[in-house]
């Protein structure tokens, strides 16, 4: 676990998805806080802020999988 830590591609992809788990709450809390008054107009300004999550996780993953390799072998 430790050797996981040092790579800098999984510091990166837990990074992004602590990013992308707080957007999900965030849109998902205010969904259950006040059901009422949520539209779904208020998911267009977290559009691009998805879209920068996802390529980043997108782009680390290979460079995670051969980091993953070279501590395996």
Not at 45 to 73: E, Q
Request: no cysteine.
């Amino acid at each position: 676990m430790k050797e996981l830590f040092g790579l800098e591609s999984f510091r990166r992809m837990l990074l992004n998805l602590f990013f992308l788990g707080l957007s999900f709450g965030v849109i998902f809390g205010i969904y259950l806080f006040s059901p009422e008054n949520f539209r779904f107009y208020f998911l267009i300004p977290i559009i691009p802020a998805l879209f920068l999550i996802s390529r980043g996780l997108y782009s680390n993953v290979p460079l995670f999988m051969v980091d993953l390799k070279s501590i395996t072998k």
